[in-house]
């Protein structure tokens, strides 16, 4: 079997309403990259690459790493994988071109899934849990109102979600405020606080403290992910568990986080880190030294079913980031409909990922 095409297809949807995060960020569009792989006996493999701007993964895909693969058995994904990411005189060591070589491990994961006709976390280690699903926590509400973000997180604690994640870090106080209306509103389930690397030291120490007292499940990306020394600071002064890595890369990447006692809760990104290739390694690299893994999530349905699979099949990994905002390109992509009961997320039956990119979904949120 050879490899006949890799191309990407670039996809966008704009937000009703502004997405609101830390420290007066906020995002109105949700693009997207998915990686096309063609092979000569008809088998196509798709895939999806955060990094995040669509066109930068376009170019590195079909600029770089396409002349590289085109004749290539694409059943060779541990020998590709280097073709991309290890053999250059100038590395991609980090950033969006490691994140297009995520888009293309991936479309080669769901390209063997299809052709050995096997759902693909058969294919990864099979179903770790052995109850046929995961669980997933309510992701993401975004700043706003307290009384807003409370009334959203009861809803989601309603619909069965037992843990809700929320991005505050915008200064201790009105942080506060928002914790104590959510976690009123949410009853028994759990509060992760994400603030996307908003905080310097002193205040990310305050704000930790306070979600102590309010007994927050984790706290997420609370300092820059330069700081690594940083977020092992805060680890030893805080009881509730840090959570990062969606901005980082590759298990040596990983690595400098787990060897200074930097995170309780890993978080690579299938879609940036490496594809599903490296994010296996890395879950391998955190059990070595006893850290969990909840794999990043938040692009279209072709990486939540990635992050599925990936979390399905691997032993130390928990929680499925699961997108519950209005996004058009969750469900559109699905081959069959996900099901999702008491805030669990079934494994799907149809081999590879479980996707499609269908020409109506091209022609309505594709973009140039
Ligand atoms: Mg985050």
Redesign the pocket.
């Known amino acids: 079997m050879e490899i006949t095409d890799v191309r990407v297809t670039k996809l966008g949807v704009e937000l009703e309403e502004p997405k609101r995060t830390s420290a007066g960020r906020e995002f109105d569009f949700r693009p997207a990259a998915i990686v096309t792989v063609e092979t000569d006996e008809g088998v196509t493999g798709i895939g999806e690459g955060y990094g995040p701007n669509p066109h930068v993964v376009e170019t590195v895909v079909e600029e770089k790493y396409r002349p590289r693969l085109l004749g290539e058995d694409p059943r060779d994904r541990e020998r590709l994988w280097d073709d991309m990411l290890i053999l250059d005189t100038y590395w991609d060591r980090k950033g969006q071109g490691v994140a297009a070589a995520s888009g293309v491990d991936m479309a080669l994961w769901d390209l063997a899934g299809k052709y050995y006709d096997e759902p693909l976390y058969r294919l990864l280690g099979g179903d770790v849990g052995g109850e046929g699903s995961v669980e997933a926590y309510a992701s ?1 509400l975004f700043w706003d109102d307290p009384e807003v973000m409370a009334e959203r997180a009861g809803g989601y604690a309603d619909r069965g979600f037992s843990a809700v ?1 929320a ?1 505050l870090g915008r200064g201790l106080e009105a942080d506060e405020r928002r914790v104590e209306a959510m976690t009123e509103a949410i009853g028994d389930a759990h509060l992760m606080v ?1 603030v ?1 690397c908003g905080y310097e030291r002193a205040d990310a120490l305050r704000v930790g403290k306070m979600l102590d007292r309010h007994g927050v499940y984790w706290y ?2 609370p300092l820059s992910p330069y700081d690594v020394e940083g977020h092992a600071h805060l680890r030893r002064k805080l009881d509730t568990p840090i ?1 990062t890595g ?1 901005n980082e890369y590759t298990k040596w990447g990983f690595r400098e986080l787990f060897e200074a006692g930097a995170v309780d809760y890993a ?1 690579p990104d299938a879609m940036r880190c490496g594809g599903i290739t490296e994010t296996k390694k890395i879950c391998a690299t955190a059990a070595a030294f006893n850290v969990t893994c909840t794999p ?1 999530s ?1 692009t279209t349905g072709v990486g939540l079913l990635a992050t599925l699979h990936l979390l399905a099949s691997t032993p130390n990994c928990e929680w499925l980031e699961f997108d519950v905002t209005e996004f058009p390109l969750l469900e559109a992509v699905y081959a069959e409909p996900l099901e999702v009961s008491d805030g669990r997320v079934s494994l799907p039956t149809t081999p590879g990922l479980g996707v499609e990119l269908t020409e109506e979904v091209v022609d309505e949120y594709g973009i140039e």
């Open positions: 993401d994640k991005h994400d996307n997420e990306e959570a969606e978080m990043h938040y």
